[in-house]
């Protein structure tokens, strides 16, 4: 536990301490369990597919959360999570102040313990975490991100058993 601690360290003090450029929270369930998550994030930019009114930029996005169980089948835990992914996002290029957006995601996860209930096991520590969400951003200066993610983790078949999880999330993010 004390090198998954350290590691969470690490994901979210790496680097400038002033390159983090917003902060968010997410609450979701999904396959008899609850998670909530605390990010940052770090925009890339970068920009891509330019020509039109869209385009796509990214974000690296640190988290750290817990998922807890609650299954009739018992065993019930709380699972730590630690992550690290790439996000792009495709946004419209010149947005007012309502700004919607699409993204997609697959980035790590380190996960403590390896199972959540008696019946789902991860098989391993490390997890890739994959997520497909929309949303928008709005106020004054866009400083508001609302969204909602569909969020798949699994080991990616590294390791049996190889159950995964799937989440239903609602993000609130705050940009500086």
């Not at 917003?22 to 609450?27: D, L, M, Q, R, T």
């Not at 998550?37 to 920009?47: A, E, I, L, P, Y």
């Not at 019930?76 to 996002?89: E, H, K, L, M, S």
């Not at 789902?120 to 890739?128: E, L």
């Amino acid at each position: 536990m004390k090198q998954f601690g350290l590691l969470a360290i690490v994901l979210f003090f790496s680097g400038n301490a002033l390159a983090v450029d917003g902060a968010s929270v997410e609450y979701g369930n999904g396959d008899a369990a609850d998670m909530a998550r605390v990010g940052m994030s770090c925009n890339w930019d970068k920009q891509w597919f330019t020509g039109g009114d869209w385009l796509v930029t990214g974000y690296w996005e640190a988290s750290l959360g817990n998922w807890r169980g609650r299954s009739a089948a018992g065993n019930n835990q709380t699972v730590t999570d630690a992550g690290i992914t790439p996000v792009f996002r495709l946004q419209q290029k010149n947005p007012g102040e309502f700004a919607p957006y699409a993204e997609a995601a697959i980035g790590f996860h380190l996960i403590t313990p390896t199972f959540i209930y008696a019946n789902r096991n991860f098989g391993s520590t490390f997890q890739f975490g994959d997520h497909i969400g929309v949303g928008a951003r709005f106020g004054d200066h866009r400083q508001f991100d609302l969204g909602y993610r569909f969020q798949h983790l699994s080991n990616g078949g590294i390791k049996k058993p190889n159950q995964g999880i799937n989440f239903n999330q609602i993000r609130f993010g705050y940009h500086f």
